[in-house]
């Protein structure tokens, strides 16, 4: 009966209920608590403190364009003495105001110079523009604006089309398919080094999401793989990996014979990376969170597992706010505070395992934290292990955007080179480059660089080039 009356709790929930989860989410649930007033003082300077960065990185990166406005023939007279001689008062008066600039395609005509010697014979040539494609029609601005419609903008092609067309050029969805796996093709080289360096890491996340692959009057299962990591200086690198099956055999391709940590779900397709010879496994709490949270229609004592939940997320954020992350600071913050509430989470389960049906909702949420648990406290004792999972899960939301949009994929190799495009569009944004800019420089750079280096244009790495120019 407890079996039936969680489904028919979920059931209700999905049809009737949010689809998101109700329970307010941990950030949420940390705002709500009681500070002191030095806290709440403390936390709404920072917050303003960050508008204003914002709102003075706008002001520096958005194009700017002065117009300026006369005063009318008919009002350039004196409101008191009727006179014209009117002289100009400082810089006048000046106000801000963003606008919106139709993008709008061009078709450049290359004209190359040619001159001739008297002699008859020498001939000198300017040198041709160069282009992603030999022979091709469309410049690097173009196809960076293809990838990134589709891969940060969950842009189907056939309505690309639409809007190209309405900038003046004609196109057709089948053109832009082959310039989107042209792109894919040349910068392939970039996307197969990030999985690479990502490998290397100590510390990598990893996650999956079905996408649907085009097959002979139908449709069949693909998986989009993520794998990602932070660098020591704070930047996130994502890399993609498309698979037509979910077995290990793609993580093993990935993470294979490397050594470090591990941050995933309890899915078993990991198992062949993870100990005793490979990775050591890292649970996710956020997904032991979300079963206790399932578990509360029909088992109301759920609440103390979630309680002592968001104690460990408490932690992490005391250390957020102190600048703590990552360092031997929060490793000990986490050993006086987390532990603790660890070992009582880890006795309320012991005491509750036997009061419940073990296909129960509870009962199922209770053994997968207590099968998880080596994994799920690691994180203890590494202050460079997180808590959870979340950040490859949200490097999975762009596919999920877009097996919405374009519903699936043409065929094995269209997915390959999607992956490879998210994962440098993907990287770009968590730097906070600008995707297009990125695509259109190294399309052309990257035929042309040294393999050897070839890591000098991943995005961290050509954003800090680019500043360094700019310097």
């Known amino acids: 009966?407890?079996?039936?009356?969680?489904?028919?709790?979920?059931?209700?929930?999905?049809?009737?209920?949010?689809?998101?989860?109700?329970?307010?989410?941990?950030?949420?649930?940390?705002?709500?608590?009681?500070?002191?007033?030095?806290?709440?003082?403390?936390?709404?300077?920072?917050?303003?403190?960050?508008?204003?960065?914002?709102?003075?990185?706008?002001?520096?990166?958005t194009p700017t364009r002065e117009v300026r406005h006369a005063v009318p023939p008919k009002s350039r007279r004196c409101p008191a003495c009727g006179s014209k001689d009117l002289k100009p008062l400082g810089m006048g008066r000046t106000s801000v105001m963003y606008e919106c600039v139709p993008t709008f395609f061009e078709r450049q005509v290359h004209i190359q110079e040619a001159l001739a010697c008297a002699c008859g014979q020498g001939v000198v040539t300017a040198p041709a523009p160069r282009k992603v494609v030999d022979r091709g029609e469309y410049g690097p601005g173009f196809l960076a604006h293809v990838v990134t419609s589709k891969c940060a903008d969950a842009m189907p092609?056939?309505?690309?089309?639409?809007?190209?067309?309405?900038?003046?050029?004609?196109?057709?969805?089948?053109?832009?398919?082959?310039?989107?796996?042209?792109?894919?093709?040349v910068v392939r080289p970039l996307s197969s080094h990030l999985l690479q360096v990502i490998a290397a890491s100590e510390v990598v996340w990893a996650d999956e999401t079905p996408v649907r692959v085009l097959d002979v009057k139908k449709t069949k299962q693909g998986?989009?793989?993520?794998?990602?990591?932070?660098?020591?200086k704070g930047e996130w690198l994502v890399g993609y990996r498309f698979s037509l099956g979910r077995a290990s055999t793609t993580p093993k391709d990935v993470l294979g014979g490397t050594r470090g940590a591990l941050?995933?779900?309890?899915?078993?397709?990991?198992?062949?990376?993870?100990?005793?010879?490979?990775?050591?496994r890292v649970g996710c709490w956020a997904h032991v969170r979300r079963r206790f949270f399932e578990a509360l229609p029909t088992a109301p004592e759920a609440r103390e597992a979630l309680d002592f939940i968001l104690a460990l997320y408490r932690v992490e954020a005391q250390a957020r706010d102190a600048g703590l992350v990552r360092t031997d600071a929060h490793r000990e913050l986490r050993r006086q505070h987390s532990a603790p509430a660890l070992a009582a989470l880890s006795a309320w389960m012991e005491e509750q395992t036997p009061l419940h049906l073990p296909k129960g909702p509870l009962g199922q949420a209770l053994a997968y934290a207590r099968k998880q648990w080596d994994a799920?406290?690691?994180?203890?004792?590494?202050?460079?292990?997180?808590?959870?999972?979340?950040?490859?899960?949200?490097?999975?939301?762009?596919?999920?955007?877009?097996?919405?949009?374009?519903?699936?994929v043409g065929h094995e190799a269209a997915g390959e080179n999607l992956a490879g495009l998210y994962a440098l569009v993907a990287t770009c944004e968590a730097n906070g480059v600008n995707p297009e800019e990125y695509l259109a420089d190294v399309l052309l750079r990257v035929q042309t660089h040294p393999n050897a280096r070839i890591g000098e244009l991943l995005p961290h790495e050509w954003k800090r080039l680019r500043a360094a120019d700019a310097a």
Do not use: C
């Open 1 to 61: 009966m407890t079996s039936l009356e969680s489904k028919m709790a979920a059931l209700e929930r999905r049809v009737f209920g949010q689809k998101a989860e109700k329970l307010p989410p941990v950030a949420q649930e940390l705002r709500g608590e009681a500070r002191s007033p030095e806290e709440e003082t403390a936390r709404a300077e920072a917050a303003l403190a960050k508008r204003r960065e914002r709102a003075a990185r706008k002001a520096v990166e």
């Open 376 to 408: 799920l406290t690691r994180f203890v004792s590494d202050a460079r292990l997180p808590l959870d999972n979340n950040r490859s899960e949200a490097a999975l939301r762009k596919a999920a955007l877009g097996r919405k949009n374009f519903l699936f």
């Open 157 to 185: 092609l056939h309505r690309l089309a639409q809007r190209i067309e309405r900038g003046g050029v004609p196109m057709h969805r089948s053109t832009l398919t082959d310039l989107f796996h042209q792109a894919a093709s």
């Open 263 to 280: 941050v995933v779900d309890a899915y078993t397709g990991y198992n062949a990376v993870t100990l005793p010879e490979g990775r050591v």
């Open 223 to 232: 998986y989009l793989w993520t794998f990602l990591t932070q660098t020591p």
